[in-house]
């Protein structure tokens, strides 16, 4: 079984780009940037099934911007 970090970019049949607080994690109230939100609900089935279909998935943050 091949896993995603072993696929070639030519392989992707299509890219997901989706942001951490808010979309896949419940946004923490303050901001704390050690602790991440709670797995908002089907967000790992649906992660799951695109990766599955093929997607290069993109994760991104600005948790390393400390001046939110």
């Known amino acids: 079984e091949k896993l995603a970090a072993d696929v070639s970019e030519a392989e992707h049949v299509f890219t997901l780009a989706v942001?951490?607080?808010g979309t896949l994690a419940e946004k923490l109230e303050p901001h704390d940037p050690?602790?991440?939100?709670a797995l908002r609900s089907n967000v790992?089935?649906?992660?799951d099934r695109f990766a599955e279909a093929g997607a290069r998935i993109i994760i991104f943050t600005v948790r390393a911007d400390v001046d939110l």
């Open 44 to 47: 790992k089935k649906w992660m």
């Open 19 to 21: 942001d951490l607080d």
């Open 34 to 37: 050690e602790r991440i939100g």
